[in-house]
């Protein structure tokens, strides 16, 4: 992962011939915003005593205690853009003082010992993929802060083909669960846009929800049992499919942002690697009769494997298709249909997707426009980095409610966005689409683009206040599918309840006594 | 319900004509062991001081605060074997001091209040349905107990005809459920043998899952909102269909089985009525190869409403359908399928699962036997009764685990329930079904019948325990739609951990300082 943009290095996207009348026609007279380079970049000291270095030594072996700039940086916050932001601006004021690279559970258990002892923060580091600041801790209360990197934890511990079970240690990251899984017949189905570089600790610690939520469901759900490091000691969960044991403690991990445990293996649910897959775009009249459709489909459990709706904007805008990235000048609304399984199945699927989006007013455009979105669907963070390069800022927000309040969320949310943009200076170009559906309800996840002003970072943060305290005033959760970090906790007691955060702070004080773990993520 | 029976005083199951030579094969040498009579209980003095009475009157009305014999009756223990038993020899030892009847979910925390300040058990009294010993909390640090009816809470609250969902207040029973969404032309689909009497509040305590689990899914899975009265105050959980905020709070409360706090409404996923409804039976050779059809249906997302399969036992006494109780002699196993849905979907679903089913082994015997099934499908409670009164005892446990675990399972707990049966003195009848599917598993659900010997409540214990000890051992969950209660505390530690009790224990101790919700249930 590049120290200060998303994913690999040696790839970046590239803007479009007319990128920068694009941008001029869109955003106004913007100012390239270069990133400082990593030389330039300094680091405040290491605070680990040489003791505390070999107590940790002794628990991974020397060789997996780093302290040099480069692991500090590249375990240095997440992806958000205020995090893209930071880097670029040479701040790395957060970095961790050592990165420990454990290659077992038993040498995690044995890391918790140490810190706690030694009143060393600790945070669980997988893919570094977070958008919601949760790999910024508070440190300032403890004595140094480490990054407990997890990928040495990348075996595939047990194939169960008969319970169609894959148990995972925390460290493997998505392509390697699917090349594991694939090269004996299988899929997890979980493809979130961070899929090249998360990791299934994350996906669990996270509640991630994956592109293919629509087919093949959220992470949460595939979950059958895990293991988990705390400081009070090794804690495994589930033995069943199902249990009516007490309430289902697995969804008190899940969720847990690193601050409970460390979760080191997860036992998930696998299905056979599909034989076919198609993907095809509708286009409807408007954001409101797609989402009919969509919500007929989902709530007649006619489950396509992907299901993506854009909004006129991100339709017009074609952001779901960057090599086209363009004016499309169609109208309406585009929806993504994806349909993963047997041949048989994918015909059966596309037949009754097809006839009930007929009925309700959807074209069918064709192939050519879904190959194309599925083809770029984890390119979106690469030209996040090219626009901030130009001095554009893009960030993503995302939220949930029922079908009935969607509408109202909505337009609360893309207004809040707009007034508190412009309110710092610059029109925003506001996208929405919706890409997790349920009987009950559906996400809504916005991309908002905007021209930098001076301090993008300051200009950043009231819009995103505006836009959490909309989606709260208007009933939506405050986060579908990117947790709740350090970034959405001013929105989690309204959420949860002051008796649901007490509840949070009696099992993390039960778990984690000393409070090492995370601090000052998750629990407000 | 009855005081002493299972169900409507007015309706009692007849044993066929042949019933006595029938017992007599099957086990022996009966002695009849009739009920004592109602008139014949004798009750201790309710604790309850005028002032404690004076107190709940004020937050109830005098008229909802019931101290008198039958009331307290009613509301004592729920109807486990053991707890019929205990009704039947006229011991009502823990019968509650009060009866209260709240109206509202403010009535209950005010109930709550007082009760803190009193030092009063309370214990949350729905359909009064357990067969755990969910409702025979430890009274014995409090100055009395009192029983939280809680049916007054019968109104559908909302119905949402756009998201699909109804908040249903605790109190509504399973059919007042039915027919009030029925009447707007929707269903619940939740059918557990208890719903004639099973209420809504108590289906989310216990994690309950019905007969339909395999069309309609589990309750816990239907649940997008819960209102909670805890003596910490007002817990209101559930914004969105799903959400990455954090842990899911809703799966605390779900299986906390009124240690946590009063479930006051549940809002719940809901379905249009279905136009058809088709139950048919199959046979296989043997309840291997049923499982391994089961199996293939649910791993390949081929979902029948109801899908369940007799072992081999089960399927020669047949118990599935009592009003033909007798020995079949066509051998093998009997599975039954149930299609719900459109005329459309249950002819597509019938296709589909018979091609499935034929293709491994499994012959169509018809709908007669189905149909049997459902309308069969509440009274075997009532038939409990009858066998009681002949001398014969009747009770039933379940288990669930990986399709991998499941045969061994299945061997290791007949064989020690049948060996702890044996040395009890009597030899059993051991029946097996499997009743809910998961694509990673499924459960397995045991019905046990034995002549009784002199006293029938040590003669169960020994088998209980046989039986817990063997799921424990062999990886079930010790319960996978019954609750803990009481009677499955023992096991509970091995299942979830010294860390797990630890996590429940702060949670108790946070929503409920004075301890005294259900005191002794669920938490070990």
């Known amino acids: 992962m590049h120290w200060s943009r998303w994913g690999d290095p040696n790839r970046t996207a590239t803007l479009p011939d007319n990128a920068g009348e694009l941008i001029a026609f869109a955003f106004g007279d913007v100012t390239p915003d270069p990133a400082v380079e990593l030389a330039d970049v300094r680091l405040p000291e290491s605070r680990l005593t040489p003791e505390q270095r070999q107590a940790y030594a002794a628990a991974v072996t020397p060789a997996q205690v780093a302290i040099d700039d480069t692991a500090r940086i590249e375990h240095t916050r997440g992806k958000s853009t205020p995090d893209l932001l930071a880097a670029r601006s040479g701040d790395f004021s957060a970095a961790p003082d050592a990165v420990l690279r454990p290659a077992s559970h038993d040498e995690v258990v044995e890391v918790l010992r140490i810190s706690a002892r030694e009143r060393i923060a600790v945070v669980p580091f997988g893919g570094g993929t977070s958008v919601v600041g949760g790999l910024a801790p508070d440190g300032s209360a403890y004595d140094a802060v ?94 069943a499919p199902a249990s009516a044991a007490g309430p289902d403690l697995r969804q008190l991990v899940l969720g847990s942002e690193g601050a ?60 779901s298709d960057p090599s086209a990235i363009g004016l499309n000048a169609d109208g309406g609304c585009q929806m993504v249909c994806g349909f993963e399984g047997t041949e048989q199945r994918v015909a059966r699927m596309r037949g009754e997707v097809g006839e009930v989006l007929s009925g309700l007013g959807g074209t069918l455009v064709g192939q050519e426009g879904g190959d194309a979105w599925a083809d770029g669907r984890f390119d979106a963070p690469y030209l996040r980095d090219a626009l901030l390069d130009e001095g554009v800022m893009v960030e993503t927000l995302e939220t949930a409610t029922t079908w009935t309040n969607l509408p109202r969320l909505y337009d609360a949310v893309k207004s809040a966005i707009d007034a508190a943009a412009k309110e710092q200076g610059a029109d925003p170009i506001v996208l929405c689409h919706i890409s997790h559906v349920y009987p009950s309800g559906a996400s809504l996840y916005f991309t908002v683009a905007v021209r930098e002003t001076d301090d993008p970072v300051a200009q950043w943060a009231p819009v995103k206040r505006a836009a959490g305290d909309a989606i709260s005033r208007h009933g939506g959760t405050i986060t579908h599918h990117h947790a709740v970090g350090r970034d959405h906790k001013p929105w989690l007691t309204d959420e949860i309840g002051e008796t649901g955060v007490a509840v949070l702070r009696a099992v993390k004080e039960t778990l984690d006594p000393e409070g090492i773990l995370n601090p000052g993520v998750l629990i407000p």
Chains 1, 2 share one sequence.
């Open 146 to 239: 480490v990054a407990l990197d997890l990928r040495r934890l990348d075996q595939l511990v047990e194939l169960d083909e008969t319970s169609l079970t894959a148990t995972l240690q925390a460290g493997m990251l998505g392509p390697q669960v699917e090349e594991t899984l694939g090269a004996k017949g299988y899929t997890l189905g979980h493809f979130p846009q961070s899929f090249e570089y998360a990791s299934v600790g994350g996906f669990a610690a996270t509640r991630s929800s994956g592109q293919s939520s629509s087919g093949y469901g959220r992470f949460d759900a595939m979950v059958v049992a895990l293991t988990v490091a705390t400081p009070a000691g090794t804690w495994r969960l589930g033995r």
């Open 260 to 319: 409970f445990g460390v979760i080191t293996d997860v036992t998930v649910v696998v299905r056979p690697r599909p034989q076919a897959k198609a993907y095809e775009t509708w286009r409807f009249e408007s954001f409101a009769s797609g989402a009919t459709a969509m919500r007929t489909l989902v709530q007649d459990r006619i489950n396509p494997t992907v299901l993506r709706l854009s909004d006129e904007t991100e339709t017009a805008i074609n952001l």
